[in-house]
């Protein structure tokens, strides 16, 4: 919105009456109404359940329904480490969700493999194969780290924009929907990242690494 | 109805237009607001009919072994059983002869399976 629109939205406000847009309404009803999937991996799982519950009550976010099916999911929380088998399974379940979705990464292991990086059958963040959002650091993060994640991608949503060339990504009609499923070979993940949202870089000695 | 000189029903068909109206509006903002900013995106997994995670492997149509027909009686004699019993005992008095036949065939037919059951020694146990 241009800077005199503000001028004048604000200028309105001060006079009692209220003006919107289109845009503004539809994020402001999306991010008090972000689903997320039924979906646990580890230990961060439990803070994750801690969270819903009464003491620390996500449902004042809106976010209190865990969808046991990706068709009606918005947010998916990968809490906990990704084993090399369940990383297929993690990409699949994310392209089976519905734009537009977003991404939690809780917790050292969903983030960068954490105690088990050195591990053989650990992958090294859940971002080498989907585009994560937020990413929460702790082993396991609190439930108040989860809220601060969660009000941070509320704040991300709140800022998208539906038109013009900064949109995001869903709603650019030719790119594709899904993120291709990494297989298990012989010697770990083929491939071992995707390159389009875990760009290789000269800088970052992991990129080659399983 | 005074000062309105249609239909006496012209209220009620304006109100019926108004509720599909209210019903329906909402459905089509919908339907452009997708068709707008929503672009469709199928793609081979979020198409397929399976969602947890793993590929379905094999046919659905397996065979089931015929041994678990056991189960199926107890479960006919135990439980669809005491769900008619019930409204068959409230309505007893006021049956008519037909009627009460009817229940009592049913009736034998499922004790004939109780003592099926008894004689295979499914309800002896420990």
């Not at chain 2, 339907?31 to 672009?39: I, N």
């Not at chain 2, 036949?101 to 049913?106: D, G, K, N, R």
Request: with cysteine.
């Amino acid at each position: 919105m241009a800077d005199d629109l503000k001028e004048l939205k604000i200028e309105l406000s001060k006079n009692g009456i209220f003006t919107t847009t289109l845009e503004e309404l539809y994020n402001w009803g999306r991010k008090n109404s972000v689903w997320p999937l039924t979906f646990g991996l580890a230990c961060c799982a439990i803070e994750m359940i801690a969270t819903t519950m009464a003491r620390y009550d996500l449902a004042r976010f809106g976010a209190e329904v865990f969808r046991p099916s990706p068709r009606q999911a918005d947010l998916i929380i990968v809490s906990g480490t990704v084993t090399k088998k369940m990383a297929p399974q993690v990409v699949r379940l994310y392209n089976q969700m519905p734009e537009p979705k977003y991404v939690i990464a809780m917790g050292a292991c969903a983030i960068s493999g954490g105690p088990f990086r050195d591990g053989y059958n650990v992958l090294k963040g859940i971002d080498r194969y989907i585009p994560v959002d937020v990413h929460i650091p702790g082993c396991p993060p609190r439930p108040e780290a989860l809220i601060h994640a969660f009000m941070t991608l509320q704040k991300k949503i709140d800022q998208q924009a539906l038109t013009g060339e900064s949109r995001p990504r869903h709603l650019h009609a030719d790119l594709p929907s899904e993120f291709p499923v990494p297989a298990y070979g012989d010697h770990g993940l083929e491939p071992p990242a995707n390159p389009d949202v875990f760009p290789a870089r000269a800088d970052n000695p992991l990129k080659v690494l399983q | 109805m005074i000062g309105n000189p249609g239909h006496p029903w012209l209220t009620v068909v304006a109100l019926l237009v108004g509720a599909v109206a209210f019903g329906f509006a909402p459905l089509a903002l919908a339907w452009l607001w997708a068709r707008f900013y929503s672009p469709q995106k199928p793609g081979r997994e979020k198409n397929s009919t399976y969602e947890c995670g793993l590929e379905s492997k094999g046919d659905a149509w397996i065979q089931f072994g015929a041994s678990y027909y056991l189960y199926a009686i107890v479960f006919l004699v135990f439980d669809v059983e005491a769900v008619f019993l019930l409204p068959f005992a409230a309505a007893f008095t006021a049956l008519s002869l037909g009627a009460c036949l009817a229940m009592l065939v049913f009736l034998l037919l499922l004790v004939e399976g109780l003592v099926w059951a008894c004689q295979k020694g499914v309800l002896t146990w420990a």
